[in-house]
């Protein structure tokens, strides 16, 4: 599927150009599809842009347009409609030439790193973990479709004053964390945490076992080293079941930042941008003031001499610029750190580790909520277990498919029940928040995966039907005729993935993918409705078969980019 919709932006700029002067040619043509039929494919503001910029009769400045255009090769005449409006419709032809060609992305020799996932050791992934790891799959497959070199950066949380506790208490109970499961670590942490709290001879220790951890002590790193590993084996467990692309090369946790950070001080000092406040050494930026108006500072080291949170992602970010060579930075992570990134951008920006042409996003979402519509947790307001979760979509995937037979139903319910979260996940504004609703995600009908997943499923089976009967493969011909509406609206919308694709790498927001991907399904079933396909004749037959075809292809690639399977039957 070639994109149609640049190519005419491109010809209405140029015509602007050539009515008005070379600088009309910088407007942007705000080409959209069309809102009803009757306006033809697409609808173009560009006349009314221009006549406000002119300062004259915005019909005039339409005519005037309409007149220098050069599209007789794509599209019937263009029309002007209401005030100025400028609609466009292809022809027949140059629609199904535009299903029919494949769409291609070139390189942009651009790097994007992407941090996403980012779990804790010693602590259960949550569902804003969840979040995270699909939302940064599926915006890490699109940005790669689109040319660029994606580096994946899992920034797990596997630093901090935490571990000199947790060793000390695994050293009184005689404990070896590689024992101890996730759960087990988890439930270390707590002991030791009260035990910190109540026993100031006991804090003393732990204190001194951070020194030790930090300074590169070999016998508590190697405890320390154990946690990690039970951590990150009890992760990839996670992204197994989920189907992820993250592997343990991405992991680059906060811990390996760890002998940057003095320089990271000393550089900011260098630069002046360090001030001490209450013995932390702060940087104050404008623009960054609290509620009561006072100013918000990041502070860079602690007054105990110890690095935080934010002098890991200062040095990470300088780490992404001058060693991996970011060009963009994408950071997925809820959107309650939209603040702090915001500083780390900014900071570095003043130090110059980010340079304005490298790009840093923070990537922010919001909460998943229970039934209850209050943030996701246990009955005891513990995190709830993701795989807990999971096994339970698939369980309920593998209900919906109880009577179907002559499929894999194992293999088929795992793709259904992961799928059909991770849509839910990916298919509303990624900023709002979203009720974790099984019933609701593995739906058969509505905007939800399952539904997307059986479109394609039926198209598969059709189309092995229609080469069954003519005894071969079916290797699909070309769409050459497009007579029916309902025809024409698929047609027009499979004209359209490249383009939304290149949103989604632009925006970073993956429900417009969703809504896309639902849209062609819903105008498939009205395309079934009103134009029979095996059963119709001759070169109309070919042609729908192709159609069918091409739709499959965008189902397929589309689901795939959302980091979804799409079984050939369900
Ligand atoms: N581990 C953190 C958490 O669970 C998220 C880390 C986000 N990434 C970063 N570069 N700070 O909240």
């Given at each position: 599927?070639?994109?149609?919709?640049?190519?005419?932006?491109?010809?209405?700029?140029?015509?602007?150009?050539?009515?008005?002067?070379?600088?009309?040619?910088?407007?942007?043509?705000?080409?959209?599809?069309?809102?009803?039929?009757?306006?033809?494919?697409?609808?173009?503001?560009?006349?009314?842009?221009?006549?406000?910029?002119?300062?004259?009769?915005?019909?005039?400045?339409?005519?005037?347009?309409?007149?220098?255009?050069?599209?007789?090769?794509?599209?019937?005449?263009?029309?002007?409609?209401?005030?100025?409006?400028?609609?466009?419709?292809?022809?027949?032809?140059?629609?199904?030439?535009?299903?029919?060609?494949?769409?291609?992305?070139?390189?942009?020799?651009?790097?994007?790193?992407?941090d996403y996932s980012q779990p804790n050791v010693a602590k259960q992934m949550h569902v804003g973990h969840l979040r995270s790891t699909v939302i940064g799959d599926a915006l890490c497959n699109?940005?790669?479709?689109?040319?660029?070199?994606?580096?994946r950066?899992n920034h797990v949380g596997d630093?901090?004053?935490q571990?000199?506790?947790m060793?000390?208490?695994?050293?009184?109970?005689?404990?070896?964390p590689k024992d101890l499961d996730l759960q087990g670590l988890q439930l270390l942490y707590e002991?030791?945490?009260?035990?910190?709290?109540?026993?100031?001879?006991?804090?003393?220790?732990?204190?001194?076992?951070?020194?030790?951890?930090?300074?590169?002590?070999?016998?508590?790193?190697?405890?320390?080293?154990r946690m990690v590993d039970v951590s990150l084996a009890d992760f990839d467990q996670v992204y197994a079941l989920l189907d992820s692309k993250l592997t343990r090369a991405d992991v680059?946790g906060?811990?390996?930042?760890?002998?940057?950070?003095?320089?990271?001080?000393?550089?900011?000092?260098?630069?002046?941008?360090?001030?001490?406040?209450?013995?932390?050494?702060?940087?104050?930026?404008?623009?960054?003031?609290?509620?009561?108006?006072?100013?918000?500072?990041?502070?860079?080291?602690?007054?105990?001499?110890?690095?935080?949170?934010?002098?890991?992602?200062?040095?990470?970010?300088?780490?992404?610029?001058?060693?991996?060579?970011?060009?963009?930075?994408?950071?997925v992570v809820d959107?309650?750190?939209?603040?702090?990134?915001?500083?780390?951008?900014?900071?570095?920006?003043?130090?110059?580790?980010?340079?304005?042409?490298?790009?840093?996003?923070?990537?922010?979402f919001g909460t998943v909520l229970g039934p209850d519509?209050k943030p996701f947790k246990t009955r005891a307001g513990g995190t709830v277990k993701l795989t807990t979760l999971l096994d339970e979509a698939v369980s309920r995937a593998a209900a919906l498919l109880e009577?179907?037979?002559?499929?894999d139903r194992e293999a088929t319910a795992k793709v259904v029940g992961i799928g059909a979260v991770k849509y839910a996940d990916l298919s509303?504004?990624r900023?709002?928040d979203y009720v974790f609703d099984l019933d609701r995600m593995v739906a058969?009908?509505?905007?939800t995966g399952p539904?997307?997943q059986?479109?394609?499923?039926?198209?598969?089976?059709?189309?092995?039907?229609?080469?069954?009967?003519?005894?071969?493969?079916?290797?699909?011909?070309?769409?050459?005729?497009?007579?029916?509406?309902?025809?024409?609206?698929?047609?027009?919308?499979?004209?359209?993935?490249?383009?939304?694709?290149?949103?989604?790498?632009?925006?970073?927001?993956p429900?417009?993918?969703?809504?896309?991907?639902?849209?062609?399904?819903?105008?498939?079933?009205?395309?079934?409705?009103?134009?029979?396909?095996?059963?119709?004749?001759?070169?109309?037959?070919?042609?729908?078969?192709?159609?069918?075809?091409?739709?499959?292809?965008?189902?397929?690639?589309?689901l795939?980019?959302l980091g979804m399977q799409?079984p050939?039957?369900m």
């Amino acid at each position: 599927m070639s994109a149609v919709l640049p190519v005419l932006a491109a010809r209405l700029s140029t015509a602007a150009a050539a009515a008005f002067g070379p600088s009309y040619g910088d407007l942007d043509p705000e080409l959209r599809s069309a809102t009803k039929p009757e306006f033809g494919h697409y609808q173009s503001n560009l006349a009314l842009r221009l006549a406000n910029a002119l300062g004259r009769p915005p019909r005039e400045v339409a005519a005037r347009l309409v007149d220098v255009l050069e599209i007789a090769d794509l599209c019937e005449p263009a029309e002007i409609a209401g005030p100025g409006f400028v609609n466009l419709r292809l022809r027949a032809s140059t629609l199904a030439a535009a299903v029919n060609e494949p769409r291609t992305f070139t390189s942009r020799h651009q790097r994007v790193v992407v941090d996403y996932s980012q779990p804790n050791v010693a602590k259960q992934m949550h569902v804003g973990h969840l979040r995270s790891t699909v939302i940064g799959d599926a915006l890490c497959n699109v940005l790669q479709y689109v040319g660029y070199d994606v580096v994946r950066q899992n920034h797990v949380g596997d630093w901090g004053t935490q571990y000199g506790m947790m060793i000390e208490q695994s050293l009184e109970e005689s404990l070896d964390p590689k024992d101890l499961d996730l759960q087990g670590l988890q439930l270390l942490y707590e002991r030791s945490r009260k035990h910190f709290d109540a026993d100031a001879v006991f804090a003393g220790k732990s204190r001194n076992r951070v020194v030790l951890l930090q300074s590169g002590d070999p016998e508590t790193r190697a405890s320390w080293r154990r946690m990690v590993d039970v951590s990150l084996a009890d992760f990839d467990q996670v992204y197994a079941l989920l189907d992820s692309k993250l592997t343990r090369a991405d992991v680059v946790g906060e811990s390996a930042y760890n002998d940057e950070l003095p320089r990271v001080v000393d550089d900011l000092t260098a630069a002046g941008l360090l001030t001490e406040s209450d013995g932390a050494l702060c940087a104050f930026l404008p623009g960054f003031t609290g509620r009561d108006g006072q100013p918000l500072p990041v502070i860079v080291r602690k007054s105990d001499g110890g690095f935080g949170y934010s002098a890991t992602d200062l040095a990470a970010v300088r780490h992404r610029v001058s060693t991996l060579h970011a060009d963009r930075i994408v950071y997925v992570v809820d959107h309650r750190q939209a603040l702090h990134f915001e500083q780390i951008f900014a900071l570095a920006r003043a130090a110059d580790w980010l340079p304005p042409t490298t790009t840093a996003e923070h990537v922010g979402f919001g909460t998943v909520l229970g039934p209850d519509g209050k943030p996701f947790k246990t009955r005891a307001g513990g995190t709830v277990k993701l795989t807990t979760l999971l096994d339970e979509a698939v369980s309920r995937a593998a209900a919906l498919l109880e009577d179907r037979d002559g499929i894999d139903r194992e293999a088929t319910a795992k793709v259904v029940g992961i799928g059909a979260v991770k849509y839910a996940d990916l298919s509303s504004d990624r900023g709002n928040d979203y009720v974790f609703d099984l019933d609701r995600m593995v739906a058969m009908t509505g905007n939800t995966g399952p539904y997307l997943q059986y479109a394609h499923a039926r198209l598969t089976r059709l189309l092995s039907k229609a080469g069954a009967e003519h005894d071969q493969v079916t290797e699909p011909g070309q769409v050459t005729e497009l007579k029916e509406p309902a025809e024409e609206r698929l047609a027009l919308l499979l004209t359209g993935f490249a383009d939304v694709v290149e949103q989604v790498a632009e925006t970073l927001q993956p429900h417009r993918l969703c809504t896309y991907l639902y849209d062609v399904a819903t105008a498939l079933s009205v395309f079934y409705e009103q134009c029979p396909v095996l059963t119709s004749q001759g070169s109309t037959r070919a042609s729908r078969i192709a159609l069918c075809a091409a739709t499959r292809t965008v189902l397929q690639d589309g689901l795939g980019l959302l980091g979804m399977q799409a079984p050939d039957a369900m």
